[in-house]
């Protein structure tokens, strides 16, 4: 058995700080979006990832990993977005056992509307604070710590600079 490899106390202070931010940012985000756009984040976030594909469209898994999400849990928030009239489903022509999503007019516009204020959120929330120096600390920091966390690049997009 080894010994364990307490954290000093620079490492403690740093790790209680990330662990205060990956509470409170969730849920500041979840309310603006709650609030201005009647979205929870992450239907936003499946809203805008799928807004920023070729065509609008993406196919289910492609949009989990997007997402960090499980099929499942997509699944569910789909069917809520479809219903609400902002995407589609279909089976992608060329694999019968893929289900694509597909943006609709009203979701674009729903994206359209919803973009501003949570963007303006975002940069209260963390970037105002941060010089562009940091803001590339912040890159490098978190593009590291993705290549622990995600070393399959399963969040297809945003962990292909963590590897350069």
């Known amino acids: ?8 106390d620079d ?3 740093a790790w ?12 500041r985000l979840e309310a603006e979006l709650k609030r201005d ?7 936003y976030y499946v809203l805008a990832m799928i807004s920023e594909a070729p065509g609008k469209s993406l ?14 849990r997509l699944s569910h928030v789909v069917a809520r977005l479809e219903k609400a009239g902002y995407l589609t489903r279909c089976a ?5 056992r893929t289900s694509i999503a597909t943006l609709t007019d009203i979701g674009w ?46 969040l297809l997009g945003i962990t292909e600079s963590a590897t350069d």
Do not use: Y
């Open 1 to 8: 058995m080894t010994e364990t490899r307490w954290l000093n």
């Open 11 to 13: 490492e403690r202070q």
């Open 16 to 27: 209680l700080r990330l662990m205060a931010v990956t509470m409170l940012l969730p849920s």
């Open 37 to 43: 756009a009647g979205l929870s984040h992450f239907e």
């Open 59 to 72: 196919p289910l898994t492609a949009v989990a990993s997007k997402t960090n999400s499980s099929l499942s």
């Open 92 to 96: 992608s022509p060329t694999d019968g």
């Open 109 to 154: 516009q729903k994206v359209v509307a919803s973009a501003p204020g949570h963007v303006d959120e975002v940069r209260s929330l963390v970037f105002d604070s941060l010089t562009s120096e940091q803001v590339r600390q912040l890159d490098d920091i978190c593009a590291r710590l993705l290549t622990t966390l995600d070393p399959d690049h399963l």
